[in-house]
């Protein structure tokens, strides 16, 4: 039986949902190769899942064996739903994929503010829609000030803020572990 997100449109034949579609590419960016590497603060990692979101999820198993199916379910429950994954998507497809891979890369409550602040931004001055509380929660204010913006604004904009600002966070990681390096050394 199909989960709710697949289309039938000839028995026996699965079609992705575009949710199915951008967690699967999460999982191919992320990689099939389990790291462990001490200078990432996640830890042991296989497919972009961490050790502790894994064993949060119930896998008991050796991290290095995490089959892909259970980390896509973990991605969905993790990142996808908590963003509003399906709301996003319904919005844009574009977004939703970028949202979704920044709340895997750097969790979802930075995911939501980098999205919130881009609304902001974005806002012409607060004349598309009120402003938004920059709290790490998608609802129905940052879904609706999504709404605004895509029916006048364009979405690759909006897309390459995101980016920039999901860019911005790497850099500054990396530059604190640069000063932290520095300082023990």
Request: some cysteine; glycine content about 10%.
């Amino acid at each position: 039986m199909p989960d709710e997100h697949c289309i039938m449109t000839n028995p026996g034949e699965r079609h992705m949902s575009i949710r199915d579609d951008i967690i699967n590419e999460i999982l191919d960016v992320e990689g099939k190769d389990f790291t462990d590497d001490p200078a990432d603060s996640g830890g042991a990692t296989k497919w972009g899942v961490t050790e502790r979101v894994a064993r949060y999820w119930g896998y008991t198993g050796q991290m290095k064996y995490l089959p892909r199916a259970s980390a896509f379910k973990i991605l969905v429950g993790e990142y996808w739903t908590p963003i509003k994954g399906d709301a996003l998507e319904a919005l844009s497809s574009m977004i939703a994929r970028e949202v979704g891979d920044t709340a895997v890369n750097c969790g979802v409550h930075r995911a939501a503010i980098l999205l919130q602040r881009c609304l902001n931004v974005l806002n012409r001055e607060g004349m598309l829609y009120p402003d938004l509380k920059a709290d790490g929660r998608i609802g129905p204010a940052t879904l609706g000030a999504l709404r605004a913006y895509l029916s006048c604004r364009s979405e690759v904009t909006l897309h390459k803020a995101l980016n920039c600002l999901q860019g911005a966070h790497y850099i500054t990681l990396a530059e604190s572990r640069a000063v932290c390096v520095r300082v023990a050394g």
